[in-house]
């Protein structure tokens, strides 16, 4: 049986080293996707406001799909569903043809002279007459939580909670099928595969699948069928919360009703362990299951296709008292097959255990591909 902690924190059980698995529940509320909530909450607010201005047989809208015209990868279908969510919260009638098109451009913007990252993004109201468009005013995404959902590469953080831009030539490091965000990053992760998932599945049944880079993007070796597992490594000096995500999916969105549907695992200081598939209560997992598309559990979440194929985690330090605060945390601030997705697998036993520590900034986030969507 595994033993894990969570952090809402969940503890859980690990391989290679006597750690267990925490669940973290995090002290403040620093997760990018609440931060774009309330932009578009906010923007939401404004259309709705330029619309009573207008006839009342001519406020309707309909919401078109965000673009980043650098980014073939970004994910601007997040930003359509969450408008669309805090329009329909407005009153505003959301239609298929309406009388006003809501678009939106947003990119990733390196400021030349600090070098830090950010992103913007660019609201435009349409309504089909000879005026030029109306445009809300630019919202400034500074978050790095926020910004990695956005733009879901690796990211390394030069000092904790902020973006660089990257240098020429920067890629992800991969040795002996290990990714890390470079050379000497204090995080990495292995993806391991087994061939007969089943409900009696023990860590020795997994083994590591190799690695490859495809337009400095790594890729894992998964196949049809196969039960697959993330082995995570902490090589830092402090207790590491690490959020995942599968198919744009939090590995805790299947908990039970009566359980947090987000959170981090705890990782002790150079430490690793293996998670193994979605949480579902303290003592119980699904494993994780490589399905054909249609078959993903993205299917019915409501995730847009293009997150699908996608194992993201992001790494923050933590501590359970300032007496154990790292000394460097920054003080806070506001294919050519068929595509695949992940299942669910059979149960799978599980040991968790609730714990409480404080989460800092984001230091690093990890990404690896599964499958890539045809064009």
């Given at each position: 049986?595994?033993?894990?902690?969570?952090?809402?924190?969940?503890?859980?059980?690990?391989?290679?080293?006597?750690?267990?698995?925490?669940?973290?529940?995090?002290?403040?509320?620093?997760?990018?996707?609440?931060?774009?909530?309330?932009?578009?909450?906010?923007?939401?607010?404004?259309?709705?406001?330029?619309?009573?201005?207008?006839?009342?047989?001519?406020?309707?809208?309909?919401?078109?799909?965000?673009?980043?015209?650098?980014?073939?990868?970004?994910?601007?279908?997040?930003?359509?569903?969450?408008?669309?969510?805090?329009?329909?919260?407005?009153?505003?009638?959301?239609?298929?043809?309406?009388?006003?098109?809501?678009?939106?451009?947003?990119?990733?913007?390196?400021?030349?002279?600090?070098?830090?990252?950010?992103?913007?993004?660019?609201?435009?109201?349409?309504?089909?007459?000879?005026?030029?468009?109306?445009?809300?005013?630019?919202?400034?995404?500074?978050?790095?939580?926020?910004?990695?959902?956005?733009?879901?590469?690796?990211?390394?953080?030069?000092?904790?909670?902020?973006?660089?831009?990257?240098?020429?030539?920067?890629?992800?490091?991969?040795?002996?099928?290990?990714?890390?965000?470079?050379?000497?990053?204090?995080?990495?992760?292995?993806?391991?595969?087994?061939?007969?998932?089943?409900?009696?599945?023990?860590?020795?049944?997994?083994?590591?699948?190799?690695?490859?880079?495809?337009?400095?993007?790594?890729?894992?070796?998964?196949?049809?069928?196969?039960?697959?597992?993330?082995?995570?490594?902490?090589?830092?000096?402090?207790?590491?919360?690490?959020?995942?995500?599968?198919?744009?999916?939090?590995?805790?969105?299947?908990?039970?009703?009566?359980?947090p549907r987000g959170g981090y695992i705890l990782l002790s200081k150079r430490s690793s362990l293996t998670i193994r598939g979605w949480f579902v209560r303290l003592e119980q997992?699904?494993?994780?299951?490589v399905t054909e598309r249609a078959s993903g559990v993205w299917v019915s979440s409501g995730m847009p296709p293009s997150k699908v194929g996608r194992i993201t985690l992001q790494?923050?330090?933590?501590?359970?008292?300032?007496?154990?605060?790292?000394?460097?945390?920054?003080?806070?601030?506001?294919?050519?097959?068929?595509?695949?997705?992940?299942?669910?697998?059979?149960?799978?036993?599980?040991?968790?255990?609730?714990?409480?520590?404080?989460?800092?900034?984001?230091?690093?986030?990890?990404?690896?591909?599964?499958?890539?969507?045809?064009?």
């Amino acid at each position: 049986m595994r033993s894990h902690r969570l952090g809402w924190l969940f503890l859980g059980f690990l391989t290679l080293s006597a750690l267990a698995f925490a669940l973290l529940r995090p002290a403040q509320a620093s997760e990018g996707p609440r931060l774009l909530v309330l932009e578009m909450t906010r923007a939401a607010g404004e259309i709705k406001a330029w619309l009573a201005k207008r006839p009342s047989d001519s406020q309707s809208v309909s919401v078109q799909p965000f673009i980043s015209p650098r980014d073939s990868r970004a994910n601007g279908e997040v930003l359509m569903r969450l408008l669309r969510e805090e329009l329909r919260k407005a009153g505003v009638e959301i239609r298929e043809r309406g009388t006003v098109g809501v678009s939106g451009i947003f990119r990733l913007i390196d400021d030349k002279v600090t070098r830090v990252r950010h992103a913007v993004i660019e609201i435009s109201l349409d309504d089909g007459s000879d005026a030029p468009a109306h445009r809300l005013a630019p919202i400034g995404i500074h978050s790095p939580e926020a910004i990695t959902t956005l733009f879901p590469l690796v990211t390394r953080p030069s000092t904790p909670g902020i973006l660089v831009a990257p240098k020429p030539g920067d890629k992800p490091f991969v040795e002996h099928d290990c990714i890390r965000t470079s050379k000497d990053g204090k995080f990495a992760i292995e993806v391991l595969v087994a061939d007969k998932p089943s409900a009696k599945m023990k860590d020795s049944d997994y083994r590591k699948t190799k690695i490859r880079l495809d337009e400095d993007l790594p890729f894992a070796d998964v196949k049809l069928g196969q039960a697959y597992a993330i082995r995570v490594h902490n090589n830092a000096d402090h207790e590491a919360a690490v959020s995942l995500a599968v198919d744009g999916l939090s590995m805790f969105h299947f908990a039970e009703p009566t359980l947090p549907r987000g959170g981090y695992i705890l990782l002790s200081k150079r430490s690793s362990l293996t998670i193994r598939g979605w949480f579902v209560r303290l003592e119980q997992s699904r494993l994780f299951v490589v399905t054909e598309r249609a078959s993903g559990v993205w299917v019915s979440s409501g995730m847009p296709p293009s997150k699908v194929g996608r194992i993201t985690l992001q790494f923050h330090a933590c501590w359970a008292n300032d007496s154990t605060r790292p000394p460097d945390e920054p003080a806070e601030l506001v294919a050519s097959r068929d595509p695949l997705a992940t299942g669910f697998g059979p149960e799978d036993k599980a040991d968790f255990h609730e714990v409480k520590r404080k989460i800092g900034r984001l230091r690093e986030t990890i990404a690896v591909l599964y499958d890539r969507p045809r064009e």
